[in-house]
């Protein structure tokens, strides 16, 4: 199985700042024949469920905020938050979608400073 | 309205059973590979199990295979788990996913959930 790991574990911001939560795979989910990064991030408000952010690792979905942006290949991502509002506190999981089973990491809370 | 809304959640004891259910409605549903993910109070989110549009290929997590079933009705426009041999780490908010792309694995639907209750 794919081991997703997320860093840090919680993440203090204060409101116009930047956010940085990185994500690491246990092995490559850049498939070569394509290109892509098969990663996926979402954000989970208190009480709702998951909401997709960004698709091959840097594809934002639409309606999502441009102050939402995806980077990384291989085996190492990163979601970037940056310019911190109060609506985006929230926790915030990468998801490999390379090979089943289909992994998540452990999420990153993200709270105003 | 594209949605999916979860039920059959509930409290059961250590080893009962329970059949949850997944009503999709406003969009193609027969055409989507559907799947069951599960969030564990105050944790993270796990993936469970995934069924095929036709209902000819299933998977399973480790932790749920040969206790849990998936299963569909496209007439119904409804996805099923059927969960057996219940144990408290089965306790979750389950949650039916649908993804954006009719294969691929990253869920830009998700029902709201249903908590399930493994306690004696």
């Known amino acids: 199985d794919i081991v997703m790991t997320q860093s840090p574990d919680s993440l203090a911001v204060s409101l116009g700042e930047r956010a940085t939560i990185n994500c690491k795979s246990s092995q490559s989910i850049l498939y070569s024949s394509n290109d892509k990064n098969y990663l996926a991030w979402y954000q989970q408000k208190v009480g709702q469920p998951p909401q997709l952010l960004i698709n091959w690792a840097s594809t934002r979905e639409s309606g999502v905020p441009d102050r939402f942006s995806g980077s990384g290949s291989e085996t190492d991502f990163t979601l970037t938050i940056s310019s911190l509002q109060t609506e985006d506190v929230a926790v915030y999981y990468c998801?490999?979608?390379?090979?089943?089973?289909?992994?998540f990491g452990q999420g990153t809370k993200v709270e105003i400073k | 309205e594209v949605q999916l809304v979860e039920s059959g959640g509930g409290l059961v004891q250590p080893g009962g059973s329970l059949r949850l259910s997944c009503a999709a409605s406003g969009f193609t549903f027969s055409s989507y590979w559907m799947h069951w993910v599960r969030q564990a109070p105050g944790k993270g989110l796990v993936w469970v199990s995934r069924i095929k549009s036709d209902g000819t290929s299933i998977i399973y997590a480790d932790s749920v295979k040969g206790r849990f079933t998936i299963s569909r009705d496209n007439a119904k426009n409804t996805l099923y788990l059927q969960m057996n041999s219940l144990r408290a780490d089965d306790t979750a908010i389950y949650y039916c996913?649908?993804?954006?792309?009719?294969?691929?694995?990253?869920?830009?639907?998700w029902g709201r959930g249903t908590l399930v209750t493994v306690s004696s």
């Open positions: 996913a649908r993804p954006k792309e009719v294969t691929r694995a990253y869920f830009d639907l």
């Open positions: 998801q490999q979608y390379y090979s089943a089973p289909w992994t």
